[in-house]
């Protein structure tokens, strides 16, 4: 089993819940210490106030609103994180144009990748 | 009324020659010379009296012109810029102008980007019948608002073959081009929720993967959450994803269990229908699913004594009314608390609370499984 994200706490921002078990089953899979999940901008962003995460999948829409507000508050805390939409095409805003999407529906390997991608390596004696 | 543009040299409508296709059409003009400095009043009587010779020549095509709801104006073809020398109604009411203030005007004065040079190629292009496709124009309405026009421009020809005037017949795509965005709307949500459902196979398919071992368990749980799945979609569907009934919901969902002594008898259903937005339709029907799924294989519904009753109500509250749902069953065999939580408990305790941002506990009572949901009553059920 692939543990590239070891250690690893991670925010899901999902509001659909088979999406959002398949995301917890194959990041827990993948070593990570904590996932949590939130599924409105709200909960998100009391979330990212409250917690320290080393980084973040952002489904864009939330129960049908754009959850930029979301982005803005990673941003904010310096949390790293990838955008998940359904749209294949592009449809996230200019001011994000350099964040990593993942389209639904993604490989897990894909998934893994942009998350470690956006991670700084790990020296061996940092675990824990 | 027809009047003379403010840059006319005294030459106006001197012919009429339309040209239908190849054919060159009668010609149906009259000639009149105006004097080029003539005072208004005379001026003015000139012109009118030459309507009347216009219209006495012209007769139906006059009338025809004026009073059609396709907004047509004639243009100078003889003078820099085509100023407009005649514009009907439709015209008038399309634009916002008055007559007074489109008349002697260049063509092009309402251009919404009289600079862009694509814009002044299509429109000479129209001029000159360069090109087949029909031109799209974005014009600006006296109140700045714009518009797209779809523009047809047909020369019309003195005897002598010279152009001397143009025929221009506007046709207003605002509702033409609301109707393509609305469009463009609905492709881009189907788009959107082709890939979200693709998604939840995906994930139906890892967890059945996860939980079963058996290949013939595998297909079973795949099958049957992508048919209830399905019969959710259906119910929205009928209701034009605005909402849905929860009774409806509930009865939709219940529908492909196959229960010994018949489903009327031994699942009752009792609640007020309220409605649900789309997508906590959706979320219900696969909790509802899976407790289902779980009487019929553990529970309940998987001896011939056992009943599920399902009840409801609102709990009005002045911050935010509750919807608290039960599904009690009773008369099953005894129940013992799975030592493992499978994807449907998963669903159904994690997941509903999750998306619905309320709470769910499922008792594991021995002489029956109770699950309670209790979540904020939908405020959005018509809109959503």
New interface residues.
């Given amino acids: 089993m692939d543990k590239s994200l070891s250690g690893r706490r991670i925010l899901v921002v999902e509001d659909e819940i088979l999406n959002l078990a398949m995301l917890d089953d194959i990041l827990t899979e993948a070593g990570c210490e904590s996932v949590a999940a939130a599924a409105t901008i709200d909960q998100a962003i009391g979330m990212i106030d409250e917690r320290v995460f080393d980084a973040a999948l952002l489904d864009i829409k939330l129960k049908g609103k754009r959850a930029y507000a979301v982005a803005d508050a990673l941003g904010a805390r310096g949390v790293p994180f990838v955008f998940v939409t359904g749209n294949s095409v592009r449809d996230i805003e200019d001011r994000y144009r350099d964040r990593p999407v993942l389209r639904k529906p993604f490989k897990e390997e894909k998934l893994i990748k942009a998350l470690t991608d956006l991670l700084p390596p790990r020296s061996p004696d940092d675990n824990q | 009324m027809f009047s003379v543009g403010a840059h006319g040299t005294g030459r106006e409508l001197l012919f009429l020659r339309k040209r239908i296709g190849n054919k060159v059409g009668r010609t149906i003009g009259v000639s009149a010379d105006m004097p080029e400095r003539a005072d208004k009043s005379a001026q003015q009587k000139d012109a009118e009296s030459k309507v009347q010779r216009f219209q006495a020549n012209l007769g139906p095509f006059v009338v025809a012109t004026e009073t059609t709801r396709m907004a047509m104006v004639f243009t100078d073809a003889t003078e820099r810029g085509n100023p407009i020398i005649f514009a009907n109604d439709s015209f008038l009411s399309l634009t916002g102008y008055a007559r007074e203030e489109v008349l002697g005007q260049e063509f092009n004065f309402m251009l919404a980007h009289a600079a862009d040079a694509e814009t002044l190629a299509n429109v000479k292009a129209e001029f000159e019948r360069t090109s087949d496709i029909v031109s799209e124009i974005l014009y600006r309405r006296k109140d700045g608002n714009e518009f797209w026009v779809a523009l047809f421009i047909s020369p019309v020809r003195d005897e002598r073959g010279h152009v001397v005037q143009y025929f221009a017949s506007l046709v207003d795509l605002t509702k033409h081009k609301e109707e393509e965005a609305r469009a463009k709307i609905l492709i881009?949500e189907l788009?959107?929720?082709v890939?979200?459902t693709?998604?939840?196979?995906?994930?139906?398919v890892?967890?059945a993967l996860?939980f079963h071992t058996d290949p013939g368990e595998i297909r079973h749980a795949i099958e049957s959450r992508l048919l209830a799945l399905s019969r959710s979609h259906d119910l929205l569907t009928r209701e034009n994803w605005r909402s849905a009934g929860l009774r409806d919901m509930i009865n939709d969902v219940l529908e492909p269990f196959d229960v010994v002594g018949g489903r009327a008898d031994r699942i009752v259903i009792v609640g007020d229908d309220i409605r649900l937005p789309p997508?906590t339709a959706l979320?219900l029907g696969?909790g509802f699913n899976e407790l289902a799924t779980n009487a019929v294989k553990y529970g309940a519904l998987s001896n011939l004594a056992g009943s599920v009753l399902v009840e409801w109500k609102i709990e009005p509250s002045p911050e935010s009314s509750r919807l608290i749902l039960h599904w009690r069953e009773k008369d099953g065999p005894p129940v013992t608390r799975p030592s493992r939580l499978g994807?449907g408990s998963?669903?159904i305790e994690?997941?509903?609370a999750?998306?619905l941002?309320g709470t769910v506990d499922i008792d594991y009572r021995s002489n029956g499984v109770v699950c309670t949901i209790n979540i904020p009553v939908p405020q959005d059920a018509v809109d959503?």
């Fill in positions: 881009d788009n959107h929720r890939k979200n693709l998604s939840m196979v995906q994930s139906i890892r967890q996860r997508q979320v696969i994807f998963r669903m994690r997941g509903l999750h998306e941002e959503g």
